[in-house]
């Protein structure tokens, strides 16, 4: 068995332990709950080991997972490079040891010890926590090569774009490795950039031209050797065939625009989502917390889950995440 460690993302720790354990089973077939330590410092133990570099690529709300070294058993690193890193639970955390202090332990238990703080072929870390420490193995770090592609970092951005991070975590969220991904209100193109990253097949409509000319222009910014697959078209007319996509994903409006034509508008993109779903797929949907729209989704899908992103004083997003029956 397998005991892990991570550091989750603080600023909304509930997305991120959906969002691990989601890609988790995606792509483990199994099921894992992640257990609280203390602060950010969450654990779980399975005997799966994370050997999938789509799966750590794919991980937003998790900055670290280490494995634990077990009855501090350092053998494994007999005659190659490391490193020691002290990590804490909490900043306030007080300790004494030193990292050189901490990683004469290691050098002492090996025979042939070899330190390279620059380019190791393993990080161990020292964990201090309230309660205990202890030793992991660093197995991963994310690099938060997403922080590219966010709106700011775009040749065109518009005011309340949804992040890049929350359009890849809304995408994870779909719990599939491969597919047609359909964002039907995609404006200028936030989650159909994080999905095409994951090599997943997207797929953009929306009733702007003009947003959709400006999803170009981002596209071939971040993705000069492919095209987008876009279609002019307003979310309440069904223009795709029964059953023949694999995940929905998108941030709907809640404008003036949109207000006016009020729930018939969320009405008709649900009857079409649960239209062109496969069986079992998912719809996952960002709304804003003066949009009526968690009651009509009952109608035709089964909630998985629904979680509260704070913004600011006047406004919060809420990740709702759905399956078709």
């Not at 600023?11 to 991120?16: D, F, G, P, S």
């Not at 900043?91 to 042939?112: F, R, S, Y």
């Not at 694999?246 to 009857?271: A, N, Q």
């Amino acid at each position: 068995m397998n005991t892990y460690y991570l550091i989750l993302k603080g600023t909304n720790k509930e997305l991120a332990i959906t969002e691990f354990e989601t890609l988790f089973e995606t792509y483990y077939n199994t099921k894992v709950i992640l257990k609280k330590v203390e602060n950010t410092l969450y654990t779980f133990s399975t005997n799966v080991k994370l050997h999938s570099k789509d799966f750590l690529y794919r991980l937003t709300y998790t900055n670290y997972i280490g494995i634990k070294i077990e009855e501090d058993n350092f053998s494994k690193y007999e005659g190659k490079t490391f490193r020691v890193r002290i990590k804490k639970s909490n900043k306030e955390i007080k300790h004494t040891q030193t990292e050189q202090e901490i990683a004469k332990i290691v050098w002492n238990k090996l025979k042939n010890p070899k330190v390279d703080l620059e380019n190791p072929q393993f990080e161990i870390n020292y964990f201090i926590t309230k309660d205990k420490s202890f030793f992991c193995e660093k197995i991963f770090e994310n690099k938060k090569e997403y922080l590219k592609r966010m709106p700011k970092k775009r040749p065109v951005s518009m005011p309340f774009t949804l992040k890049s991070d929350m359009a890849r975590v809304a995408v994870n969220l779909l719990g599939i490795k491969k597919g047609i991904v359909l964002d039907p209100f995609c404006g200028i193109g936030g989650t159909l950039l994080e999905a095409e990253d994951m090599n997943l097949i997207s797929v953009g409509s929306d009733l702007s031209w003009r947003d959709l000319l400006h999803l170009k222009t981002n596209w071939k910014f971040f993705y000069p050797k492919t095209k987008p697959n876009l279609i002019i078209s307003d979310a309440t007319t069904q223009i795709f065939k029964q059953e023949s996509i694999d995940g929905i994903v998108t941030d709907i409006p809640y404008g003036k625009s949109s207000s006016k034509k009020g729930d018939r508008l969320y009405e008709e993109f649900l009857r079409n989502s649960h239209i062109y779903l496969k069986k079992g797929k998912r719809l996952v949907v960002i709304y804003a917390n003066f949009v009526d729209f968690r009651s009509l989704t009952k109608k035709y899908f089964k909630e998985i889950a629904h979680i509260e992103q704070y913004i600011n004083k006047s406004m919060t997003r809420y990740i709702i995440v759905l399956e078709k029956k």
